[in-house]
């Protein structure tokens, strides 16, 4: 069995052999087969490459049409049809107005709903930087980052900044600090852009807050020089004072800086005192608003507005043209003369010169007690003042200091204040607006009693106290002579009623100081019947030829009335508006008006149905010594200048004829009595 066959070994060596030999061949042929599978894995992936890019442009290709159909659908919303011009500037005008705070949110949230409202929408927000010009916090938790966000998409706009926390309660001295970290913080990142700064609001409760925006305005003024609007104001009824400088501090006794540029126009102050401004801000302001309410608190140290810093602050704003008093009554203490011999000197009064304001057009007082508006007029000059709007509020019962009150001191004998001499008559020489609210009667009339009015054009007078929707009797009226020094009004053309009775009798004895008159509004009145029996009055009767008797004709008041307004007025009759415009509809015959002309006295004889004897006429001694001749004719006036309120003859027999009637809210006038009015010739409003 040891003994091995050589043909056997020789077999199994060659068929080794030829096996390694297939193996190869075979291995071969399957590196072939692997590199034409390869070759078609290949061709695979470029063809699903190819599917792939197929896939995804058919991809794109669909968004595109989804997207044109969606511009499409979009076309439909009429909005869409304007240009992103005008989008532009609606978008703006919304950031502007809108004043929403209801979202609880720190920011102003309109920027942010409309580049969140579509594509479009959001592409145009974000390339309108103005859009995002209005920076406000509205939080006493400090945010950094909607502010950042704001500052950063404004670019290169002006800013509108707005720093307005919640109201809290004073003592609370956490949300006190809060509010301070927050105003803080919000001016360290305004810092870096006050060159852009177009206007700032900032309300604050707590004095700390408003000492930080205070130093801020004193330390940087010179690079404030896009600031056109500022409004400082205490949010708090009682501010205190206490810990900050801002009672101590007097920026007016410094220089006015002639290099530094000031834009400023628009200026609003409320509990803050006035002092605290710089004059280099002061020198361009035309617009001035002052809110100090009254106290309702003792709490110590408050500010007490005093007329000396009224009139001191008021001499440094030389182009003041608007200026707004919200129950704003300075105490006073300042006197015009020094006190002769005989009287004592009381160091708590000023002795001042009544301040020019030269440029001033408008003034608007809300909540004026009566006995102050002679006293703090007495202290200006106002040449140049055309529209005055009155709040007149009532008289106070009770106030905080006694020494300080306005007008006479009656109960001190050797007083300084009662010597002087307070029965003077201001007249409002350019003033054409005139625009009074009262609360009660008696403060109409004591507040004007010692101001003249000889050319104002509109008269408004209106009751602004408290009064049930469904109450029928409203406020008298008081006789016009009662609340004007001198009621004639001879250049008035508009005249409003709001709110008030007019007694019977009132109404055409007030209208006879008014022959000028264009357009008369009557609102949510009584006594109207009155006021149109005294349109509607002829100024007597004449012999009408073809009918063979007399009639009415002329007007005794108003004949240049061309305009009747009547709002919510429920208590006159229908028959009385027609016979207003029935009596301005009829015209004298010309013969009649050309005899007028001619033989004044022989026409109104005829008219009154009495003998009118002419006046003798007056004859005057001529410088010479000589014979007396007639006087020659002339315009009659007071001592003020006022034209008389005598009506010509010429124009009380030929009225003008009404235009327009306007009736809106009068249930007791139907619309097809409305209409019978249009017969006439005039336009009828009816609502």
Same mark, same amino acid.
Not at 69 to 76: F, G, R, V
């Given at each position: 069995?040891?003994?091995s066959?050589?043909?056997?070994?020789?077999?199994?060596?060659?068929?080794?052999?030829?096996?390694?030999v297939?193996?190869?061949?075979?291995?071969?042929?399957?590196?072939?087969?692997?590199a034409?599978?390869?070759?078609r894995?290949?061709?695979?992936? %470029?063809?699903?490459?190819?599917?792939?890019?197929?896939?995804?442009?058919?991809?794109?290709?669909?968004?595109?049409?989804?997207?044109q159909?969606?511009?499409?659908?979009?076309?439909?919303n009429?909005i869409?049809?304007?240009?992103?011009?005008?989008?532009?500037?609606i978008?703006?005008?919304?950031?502007?107005?809108?004043?929403?705070?209801?979202?609880?949110?720190?920011?102003?949230?309109? +920027?942010?709903?409309?580049?969140?409202?579509?594509?479009?929408?959001?592409k145009?927000?974000?390339a309108?930087?103005?859009?995002?010009?209005?920076?406000?916090?509205?939080?006493?938790?400090?945010?950094?980052?909607?502010v950042c966000a704001?500052?950063?998409?404004s670019?290169?706009?002006?800013?509108?900044?707005t720093?307005s926390?919640?109201?809290?309660?004073?003592?609370?001295?956490?949300?006190?600090?809060?509010?301070?970290l927050?105003?803080?913080?919000?001016?360290?990142m305004?810092?870096?852009?006050?060159?852009?700064v177009?206007?700032?609001?900032?309300e604050?409760?707590?004095s700390?807050?408003?000492?930080?925006?205070?130093?801020?305005?004193?330390?940087?003024?010179h690079?404030?020089?896009?600031?056109?609007?500022?409004?400082?104001?205490?949010?708090?009824?009682?501010p205190?004072?206490?810990?900050?400088?801002?009672?101590?501090l007097?920026?007016l006794?410094k220089?006015?800086?002639?290099?530094?540029?000031?834009?400023?126009?628009?200026?609003?102050?409320?509990?803050?005192?006035?002092?605290?401004?710089?004059?280099?801000?002061l %020198?361009?302001?035309?617009t001035?608003?002052?809110?100090f309410?009254?106290?309702?608190?003792?709490?110590?140290?408050?500010?007490?507005?005093r007329?000396s810093?009224v009139?001191?602050?008021l001499s440094?704003?030389?182009?003041?043209?608007?200026l707004?008093l919200?129950?704003?009554? +300075?105490l006073r203490?300042?006197?015009?003369?020094?006190?002769s011999?005989?009287?004592?000197?009381?160091?708590?009064?000023?002795?001042v010169?009544?301040?020019?304001?030269?440029?001033?057009?408008s003034?608007t007082?809300?909540?004026?007690?009566p006995?102050?508006?002679?006293?703090?007029?007495s202290?200006?000059?106002?040449?140049?003042?055309? %529209?005055?709007?009155i709040?007149?509020?009532n008289s106070?019962?009770?106030?905080?200091?006694?020494?300080?009150?306005?007008?006479?001191?009656?109960?001190?004998?050797?007083s300084?204040?009662?010597?002087e001499?307070?029965?003077g008559?201001?007249?409002?020489?350019?003033?054409?607006e005139?625009?009074?609210?009262?609360?009660?009667g008696?403060?109409?009339?004591s507040?004007?009693?010692q101001?003249?009015?000889?050319?104002?054009?509109?008269?408004?007078?209106a009751?602004?106290?408290?009064?049930?929707?469904?109450?029928?009797?409203?406020?008298?009226?008081?006789?016009?002579?009662?609340?004007? %020094?001198?009621?004639r009004? +001879?250049?008035?053309?508009?005249?409003t009623?709001?709110?008030?009775d007019?007694?019977?009798?009132?109404?055409?004895?007030?209208?006879?100081?008014?022959?000028?008159?264009?357009?008369?509004?009557?609102?949510?009145?009584?006594?109207?019947?009155?006021?149109?029996?005294?349109?509607?009055?002829a /100024?007597?009767?004449?012999?009408?030829?073809e009918r063979k008797?007399?009639?009415?004709?002329?007007?005794?008041?108003?004949?240049?009335?061309?305009?009747?307004a009547?709002?919510?007025?429920?208590d006159?009759?229908?028959?009385?508006?027609?016979?207003?415009?029935?009596?301005?509809?009829?015209?004298?015959?010309?013969?009649?008006?050309?005899?007028?002309?001619k033989?004044?006295?022989?026409?109104?004889?005829?008219?009154?149905?009495?003998?009118?004897?002419?006046?003798?006429?007056?004859?005057?001694?001529?410088?010479?010594?000589? +014979?007396?001749s007639?006087?020659?004719?002339?315009t009659?006036?007071?001592?003020?200048?006022?034209?008389?309120?005598l009506?010509?003859i010429?124009?009380?027999?030929?009225?003008?004829?009404?235009?327009?009637?306007?009736?809106?809210?009068?249930?007791?006038i139907?619309?097809?009595?409305?209409?019978l009015?249009?017969?006439f010739?005039?336009?009828?409003? /009816?609502?």
């Open positions: 069995m040891n003994d066959n050589p043909l056997s070994s020789s077999f199994c060596f060659r068929h080794a052999e030829k096996s390694s297939t193996i190869d061949h075979e291995i071969e042929v399957l590196q072939a087969q692997i034409i599978l390869q070759r894995e290949d061709d695979f992936v %470029r063809i699903l490459e190819d599917m792939a890019r197929l896939r995804d442009s058919v991809k794109a290709e669909q968004v595109s049409l989804a997207s159909i969606t511009e499409l659908e979009s076309q439909k009429p869409n049809w304007l240009p992103s011009e005008l989008l532009i500037q978008f703006v005008s919304v950031t502007e107005d809108d004043l929403d705070t209801s979202a609880g949110l720190a920011y102003n949230p309109s +920027p942010v709903i409309i580049s969140h409202t579509c594509r479009k929408w959001r145009l927000a974000f309108t930087s103005m859009l995002w010009s209005h920076v406000s916090f509205r939080s006493r938790k400090w945010s950094a980052s909607p704001f500052i950063n998409r670019g290169s706009s002006l800013i509108d900044l720093f926390p919640p109201l809290y309660d004073v003592d609370d001295h956490d949300a006190a600090e809060d509010e301070r927050a105003s803080e913080c919000l001016l360290h305004l810092s870096f852009h006050l060159s852009r177009r206007s700032i609001t900032f604050c409760t707590s700390a807050s408003m000492g930080l925006i205070v130093e801020l305005l004193i330390d940087s003024l690079k404030l020089e896009s600031l056109c609007s500022l409004d400082l104001s205490f949010t708090s009824l009682a205190c004072f206490a810990g900050t400088p801002l009672l101590v007097d920026e006794d220089q006015s800086l002639a290099d530094t540029p000031s834009v400023l126009t628009y200026l609003r102050l409320q509990q803050l005192p006035p002092r605290v401004i710089s004059p280099s801000l %020198r361009s302001v035309q001035l608003e002052l809110s309410p009254q106290r309702r608190s003792q709490r110590a140290p408050q500010y007490i507005l007329m810093h009139h001191r602050f440094f704003i030389p182009e003041l043209q608007d707004v919200m129950e704003t009554t +300075p203490d300042v006197v015009f003369e020094e006190p011999e005989g009287q004592t000197t009381d160091n708590r009064f000023v002795v010169d009544p301040l020019k304001l030269h440029k001033l057009k003034l007082w809300k909540f004026a007690n006995r102050d508006v002679y006293t703090f007029m202290f200006f000059g106002m040449p140049a003042l055309e %529209r005055w709007e709040l007149i509020a106070l019962t009770k106030r905080n200091d006694v020494s300080m009150l306005r007008g006479n001191h009656g109960h001190e004998s050797d300084f204040i009662q010597a001499r307070l029965g008559v201001l007249s409002m020489t350019a003033l054409k005139l625009c009074v609210s009262c609360q009660d008696d403060s109409l009339i507040s004007l009693r101001f003249f009015f000889p050319v104002l054009e509109q008269l408004e007078l009751y602004a106290g408290k009064c049930p929707s469904n109450c029928d009797h409203k406020h008298p009226l008081p006789r016009l002579d009662y609340v004007f %020094r001198d009621p009004l +001879p250049h008035l053309t508009h005249f009623l709001s709110h008030l007019v007694f019977a009798g009132h109404g055409k004895l007030m209208l006879g100081y008014m022959p000028g008159l264009v357009s008369l509004t009557l609102i949510s009145c009584t006594g109207v019947d009155g006021v149109l029996d005294a349109l509607a009055e /100024y007597g009767r004449t012999m009408d030829v008797e007399t009639r009415g004709c002329g007007v005794r008041v108003c004949p240049k009335l061309e305009r009747i009547l709002w919510s007025c429920s006159f009759k229908f028959q009385s508006l027609f016979a207003v415009v029935f009596a301005r509809a009829q015209s004298v015959s010309t013969s009649v008006l050309m005899k007028a002309q033989d004044v006295p022989s026409v109104v004889s005829a008219v009154m149905g009495r003998k009118i004897l002419p006046l003798k006429k007056s004859r005057v001694v001529s410088p010479q010594g000589g +014979p007396s007639p006087a020659k004719p002339h009659m006036q007071n001592s003020h200048g006022v034209s008389s309120t009506i010509p010429e124009e009380a027999l030929r009225p003008v004829q009404i235009a327009c009637v306007h009736v809106n809210d009068c249930p007791q139907a619309k097809v009595d409305a209409s009015l249009e017969e010739g005039i336009v009828v409003v /009816y609502r």
